[in-house]
C-alpha cells in the first residue's frame, strides 16, 4: 500500500479537509505532488473546480534542499513562507504575528466606537468593554491556542488591552493594572487564552478516537518539558489554576459543562487571589474593594453610571480619586516651580571627646 499522506511517528496525519480549504500535509515533494494528482482526479471527476492562483505552499525544515515545483493542473503552486488555512496564518515556524493581531484588535473597537473610545466623550466604560470583548478580542486571538506563544509575546497582547481599558475609563498611564482590569470587571486576555487551551485540549480527549488524541497521548510520552509542544503549554495552564495533570484527564475525560464549570471555578479562586494580592502590596488601590468575582463583576464605581455624559465624567473622576491618580490642587501647588521655598540650612557641630 503506498502510503502519501506526512507521518508523525507511526501516526498518519491525511490531508484535512474543511468546507472549500484543504491542507495538503506531506513529507517530501513527491508525495505533496503524488496527494495533489489523486485531489485533481477527483475534483475533475465531481465536476469541482479549484483555483490554482489561490492555491500555496509553505515548506518546513527546506533549508538547503532542492525543491522541485508543485503543479495543480499544469499550473505552478506558488512557495512561499506563509499561508492562511481556515483564517490562520501558517509559517514554517508555527508562530502568530502578534503586531498584526494587535492592529486587528485596535482596528475593530476603533471602527465600532470612534471618537467614543475615550470617557470623555460620554461613552459609558461597561458599554465599551463589552464591545471590546466581544468583538475586537476574538478576532486578536483567533487560533492563537494552537500556535506557539513566547512570554513576551503574551505581554505585548496584555499591554495593548490595558491600554484600550485605561481609554475608556480615562484612567493614566500610571494607574496600577489590577484596578483597570477590576474597576470594569475586565477579564485578562492571558486568562481568555488560558481557557481557550484547556477548552481545545478536553474537546480532544473527548474523542479517544481521533488522529489528534493520538498526537496527545504520543506528546505525552515524548515530549520534554522545556519543549514548545501543545502538550507542554497545557501542562503549564493545568499547573497554574491547580487543575490534575493531563494524563488524569485523558482517562477520565469530562463533559463539557462538568469541564467548563470547574475551570471557571479554578480560574475565579486564581484571580481573586491574584487581585487580593496586589491589593496588598500597592498602597494606590487600598480605596479599592475587591468584588467577590473580580472577572464579571465591576466595581460600583462604573455599575452605577448610566450611558450619559454627565454621569460618565462623574465616574471619570471617582475612578481617578479611587486609584489615587486624581491631582488636587494642593498637590499640585506643591510642585509648583514658581513657589518659592524658604529653606534654611543649619549646620551641626559636633565635638568628639
Not at 11 to 20: E, G, L, R, S
Not at 258 to 275: M, P, S
Not at 311 to 330: C, L, M, P
Amino acid at each position: 500500500m503506498l502510503i502519501l499522506d506526512s507521518c508523525i511517528g507511526d501516526i498518519q496525519v491525511p490531508a484535512p479537509t474543511c468546507a472549500d480549504d484543504i491542507a495538503v500535509l506531506a513529507n517530501s515533494t513527491a508525495d505533496a505532488q503524488g496527494i495533489l494528482d489523486i485531489v485533481q482526479h477527483h475534483t475533475s471527476r465531481d465536476l469541482v473546480k479549484i483555483n490554482p492562483a489561490k492555491s500555496e505552499a509553505v515548506l518546513y525544515n527546506a533549508k538547503g534542499s532542492n525543491i522541485s515545483t508543485l503543479k495543480f493542473e499544469d499550473n505552478d503552486i506558488n512557495i512561499t513562507n506563509e499561508t492562511k488555512h481556515l483564517g490562520i496564518k501558517r509559517n514554517e515556524q508555527n508562530r502568530a504575528n502578534i503586531s498584526e493581531r494587535i492592529r486587528t484588535g485596535r482596528a475593530t473597537i476603533y471602527s465600532l466606537l470612534g471618537a467614543g473610545l475615550h470617557v470623555r466623550r460620554g461613552f459609558s466604560p461597561m458599554v465599551a468593554y463589552k464591545l471590546w470583548r466581544t468583538y475586537a478580542v476574538p478576532r486578536s486571538i483567533y487560533g492563537l491556542e494552537v500556535m506557539n506563544l513566547l512570554a513576551k509575546e503574551k505581554d505585548m497582547l496584555e499591554l495593548a488591552e490595558r491600554k484600550i481599558l485605561r481609554q475608556i475609563q480615562g484612567l493614566p498611564n500610571n494607574t496600577a493594572n489590577m484596578a483597570v482590569y477590576t474597576l470594569v470587571g475586565a477579564e485578562p486576555i492571558a486568562i481568555t487564552l488560558d481557557k481557550n487551551v484547556l477548552t481545545f485540549f478536553m474537546n480532544i480527549v473527548r474523542n479517544p478516537g481521533t488522529i489528534e488524541c493520538e498526537i496527545l497521548r504520543r506528546q505525552i510520552v515524548f515530549s520534554d518539558q522545556r519543549g514548545k509542544d501543545f502538550i507542554n503549554r497545557v501542562e503549564k495552564t493545568l499547573s497554574k489554576y491547580n487543575l490534575k495533570s493531563s494524563s488524569y484527564y485523558i482517562e477520565n475525560p469530562l463533559n463539557k459543562m462538568e469541564w467548563k464549570r470547574l475551570v471557571g471555578i479554578k480560574i475565579k479562586e486564581y484571580w481573586k487571589n491574584e487581585c487580593h494580592n496586589e491589593k496588598m502590596e500597592k498602597t494606590s488601590l487600598k480605596y479599592i474593594e475587591i468584588q467577590n468575582n473580580p472577572l464579571n463583576e465591576a466595581h460600583n464605581i462604573w455599575k452605577s453610571v448610566k450611558n450619559n455624559s454627565k454621569d460618565v465624567k462623574a465616574g471619570e473622576i471617582k475612578a481617578r480619586i479611587s486609584t489615587q491618580t486624581y491631582i488636587f490642587q494642593a498637590k499640585r501647588a506643591k510642585f509648583d516651580p514658581k513657589e518659592i521655598h524658604n529653606v534654611k540650612k543649619y549646620q551641626i557641630r559636633c565635638t568628639m571627646s
